[in-house]
């Protein structure tokens, strides 16, 4: 018996009557006519594989006589994966090889898909589609957060950064425990529940106290000249109203008036015609944030125009002329802890009338606050120059007061201080922090512990004997000699380690009411369940349709969804490395330094999928949409006019514009580019396994890269030309390289350009960077966004691709499915899950897609729902 008889004769024994053996290959015109089932495998390999995929040829590593069937291995289950995909997708026989007919290919694909449907699904029942997994570090901060009531912990920069698979940070295969794990959310527990402890004996009074920027050192520090600093940009300008104080510079009056002259006072400011950056970092540096909880800032400040030095030198700015301003000016108040941990908290903007522009944020304890007129340059030696300088002057931003409202405590003791130690009295120690008094630590201890327990498990457990077990961490702790509230401390962190807490527990088969809470809020707030969800879960009733249907509506209209929104875009567009490289301070310069252009682009793509789902939008938007998220400094790096302030909102497009869409926003092209060049390798490969959920297979080993020619003496395009010579290289370029040469007329950061730039002979660029360095980059080649399909279809630029992807919308949303499946449960689609996923986007066809209408198709599917 031959190698491939012996093959067919065992793989058909293994799959039983689903293949069909026949003696020989029946003719192309034969197979035409027989049912679907009656097409041999045997046959159909013999006719088109095997010349390339026996022991002797074995083109591509796969050897098809010797394939085994066993589809419990997980190996060899994807090897027919694979098979089937290739053959389904007109891959195999490869393209010049003789085609099998349409009847005979379906018949061949249903024939093998059905017993491995099949052997999948009997898989899955057995072992459910996913593995056990402990929670994300996102997941574990939004949780500490919501358990504690504490929207300030920072917690998930104190624990490693969790593996990946499948493109997520959700499934158990990649977020192992180790005892450098266990060890990380130990401390990082401990320091959430310090955090939440009662401070003082009493409430914190809550006070408003205002800040003037004249008495502020960091602004007049700045007023006079040093050995490091000679320079009127790099310096503050006093300022009264519009005017310049001239007195103050001259030193014939005080910094400020101050309580002596009220209405004086209030027209006391201090100007800056750059941004906050080394060396001028000004601060509120006289507030620190007595503890950590939720504040109220108030900014008065508005734009001035700085007349020049002279005619000859008008780019420099004179602190003794000064007028109204032209401007409106976008602001950013960062929280720092000096030296510059910055947190993000809010944007606002000013006028040229003055203003008082007021936000509320959450603070850590000893934070302080940074504004920063982040439209203005920052100086960069040597010979700096203002890009924003006119003959006539230029802008500036005055800055007269902060004022501060807070701590606000809604209730207290707060919320964690009492899950901890419900009413029991503290007190001041010798060493003036905060100690539990208790009577009987003992009773107190076993109360205590039971109540959080059955606060913080999210489904039933076994809590008095669970309460005995940490219990016995208390006593140990007690007799160690150390306090009742460490003791309680040292078991409430063992709790927030244990399996329990951190685990996601789920069975093989239908998910039991606490686990599909646990699962859904998992998704979509990406914490863990709440009160309300926890009590329908109690009674049994989540499962019901209506009332998963009505959740999903209340999930996703609260605001904890962002966390969603924020946790699956940081993923699957890889927004969390959006300021993992910084534009080339030389080919890029007008990039360079520009951190609100950073922060408006992450925002721009959240706010644009939060909007898809809100609405209900097609998810064809994701290709081609009519309208962008943006804000001023968005709207100018996409050409777009009449947009004014730091704000997002939803701007309707003109019409044939580049942009609508993921593929042509800021982010996303950052993303996919070094900062230095772009690649249409890199960026049409990520097009292809993001967006269109097709992805490249790897390059074949030992063939190099294609680096880009900085010097613009060749394009990349010319190169892949030369390099898709080789056939092996052919076979994916040819897939991916098109869809990025779309994309070739954006920039490092998603600005269009008809020309590459390069350091090197060529057309000289004019114009001034953030940085205040004339352009040294110079424009050569012409941009060619042209291309062709591997199906034929050619464009000519970034429009005519989007065109030609929209004729297949449903693959826009079937990839977007199989994202938040992954997302959702930890697992990408099975192979028993295809027709399922078919399913769900037939349900969903009728509304377009709808990305909410799939979010709850989802929800209420059997993957869903099933561990």
């Not at 490869?94 to 249903?110: D, M, S």
Request: hydrophobic share 40%; with cysteine; aromatic share 8%.
């Amino acid at each position: 018996m031959t190698q491939r008889i012996k093959f067919v004769v065992l793989l058909a024994l293994a799959l039983g009557t689903a293949w069909v053996i026949t003696p020989k290959p029946q003719p192309a015109n034969a197979s035409a006519t027989l049912p679907l089932a009656a097409v041999s495998p045997r046959a159909f390999f013999e006719e088109n594989c095997v010349a390339c995929h026996d022991a002797r040829t074995k083109k591509g590593g796969l050897d098809l006589t010797s394939l085994g069937q066993d589809f419990a291995q997980a190996a060899t289950f994807a090897t027919w994966v694979k098979i089937h995909d290739r053959v389904q997708a007109g891959e195999m026989p490869p393209k010049g090889a003789p085609q099998p007919e349409v009847a005979q290919r379906n018949g061949f694909l249903k024939a093998i898909a059905e017993p491995m449907v099949a052997a999948d699904a009997a898989r899955i029942r057995t072992e459910g589609r996913s593995v056990l997994r402990r929670m994300n570090r996102y997941e574990y901060e939004n949780t500490l957060r919501a358990l504690l009531g504490a929207p300030w912990l920072q917690i998930k920069e104190l624990l490693p950064e969790d593996g990946e698979r499948y493109r997520f940070n959700k499934s158990g295969e990649a977020l192992g425990v180790s005892h450098v794990q266990i060890s990380r959310y130990l401390a990082a527990a401990e320091h959430a529940l310090r955090e939440v402890l009662a401070r003082s004996e009493k409430q914190p009074e809550t006070i408003t106290k205002r800040y003037y920027a004249r008495e502020q050192r960091s602004f007049t520090g700045h007023v006079e000249f040093s050995q490091f600093n000679t320079a009127s940009e790099r310096a503050t300008f006093p300022l009264l109203g519009n005017a310049a104080d001239v007195a103050v510079l001259n030193k014939t009056a005080p910094m400020t008036v101050g309580a002596a002259d009220p209405a004086k006072r209030e027209l006391e400011s201090m100007g800056v015609v750059a941004s906050s950056y080394e060396p001028l970092e000004i601060r509120f540096n006289q507030f620190k944030a007595p503890v950590p909880g939720r504040y109220k800032l108030r900014l008065s400040a508005h734009s001035f125009w700085a007349g020049p030095e002279s005619p000859e030198k008008w780019w420099k700015p004179s602190r003794t002329e000064a007028s109204a301003g032209r401007t409106h000016e976008p602001i950013t108040l960062y929280a720092e802890i000096p030296p510059r941990q910055m947190r993000y908290l809010a944007n606002v903007d000013v006028s040229p009338e003055p203003s008082v522009q007021e936000v509320e944020v959450y603070l850590l304890k000893d934070e302080t606050i940074r504004p920063d007129a982040v439209r203005l340059f920052r100086s960069r030696p040597p010979n700096w120059r203002n890009p924003l300088a006119e003959k006539d002057g230029q802008p500036g931003v005055a800055f007269r007061w902060l004022e501060v409202v807070g701590p606000i405590c809604d209730e207290w003791p707060g919320k964690g201080h009492r899950l901890m130690f419900g009413d029991l009295p503290f007190k001041k120690n010798a060493k003036g922090k905060i100690e539990v008094v208790s009577s009987n630590p003992h009773a107190d201890a076993e109360r205590l512990l039971r109540n959080f327990l059955q606060q913080v498990y999210r489904r039933p457990q076994p809590i008095e004997e669970e309460t005995q077990r940490f219990l016995k961490l208390v006593d140990a702790s007690l007799k160690n000699g150390d306090s009742f509230t460490d003791a309680m401390i040292t078991a409430y962190s063992a709790v927030l380690c244990s399996p329990a807490f951190t685990t996601l527990e789920e069975k093989p088969g239908r998910l039991d009411d606490y686990a599909l809470a646990s699962r859904l809020s998992f998704f979509l707030w990406n914490a863990e369940p709440d009160a309300k969800l926890r009590e329908l879960a109690a009674q049994g009733a989540l499962r019901k349709p209506t009332i998963l249907r009505a959740q999903v509506d209340r999930m996703l209209a609260d605001a904890r969804a962002q966390q969603f929104v924020n946790s699956f875009l940081d993923y699957w567009l890889d927004l969390r490395k959006v300021n993992i490289t910084s534009p080339d301070e030389l080919l890029y310069c007008d990039y360079y330094l520009d951190d609100h252009l950073v922060e408006s682009a992450t925002f721009e793509t959240r706010a644009f999928f939060a909007e898809l789902v809100r609405g209900d939008l097609p998810a064809r938007n994701l290709i081609a949409s009519d309208f962008v998220m943006v804000n001023e400094r968005l709207a100018n790096l996409y050409g777009l006019s009449g947009v004014q302030g730091s704000q997002i909102r939803r701007v309707t497009l003109p019409p044939d514009s580049v942009r609508g869409g993921l593929l042509t926003q800021a982010s996303v092209l950052k993303v996919t580019a070094n900062g230095t060049t772009t690649s249409p390798v890199v960026r049409g490969a990520w097009m292809m396994e993001r967006i269109l959920g097709k992805p490249a297979p790897p390059p074949p080993a030992g063939v190099p890269a294609v680096e880009p020619d900085i010097r613009g003496a060749t394009t990349l395009r010319q190169q892949l030309e030369k390099h898709r010579t080789n056939p092996s290289c052919n076979a994916c370029h040819a897939k991916i390289d098109p869809a990025g040469f779309a994309l070739e007329n954006f920039d490092v950061f998603g600005a269009w350009r008809d020309k590459y730039r390069a350091l090197a002979e060529g057309e000289k660029a004019p114009g001034v960077g953030k940085n205040g360095q004339k352009f040294a980059f110079r424009y050569i080649q012409p941009v060619d966004a042209s291309g062709s399909l591997p199906n034929g279809r050619n464009f000519k630029d970034v429009r005519e691709l989007k065109t030609l992807l929209l004729q297949d919308e449903r693959q826009i949303a079937r990839n977007l499915t199989n994202q938040l499946l992954v997302f959702a449960t930890g697992t990408p689609t099975q192979f028993s899950d295809r027709p399922k996923v078919e399913a769900l986007l037939d349900r969903a066809a009728s509304k377009g897609y709808g990305v909410q209408s799939l979010i709850h198709l989802l929800v209420e599917s059997e993957m869903f729902r099933n561990k």
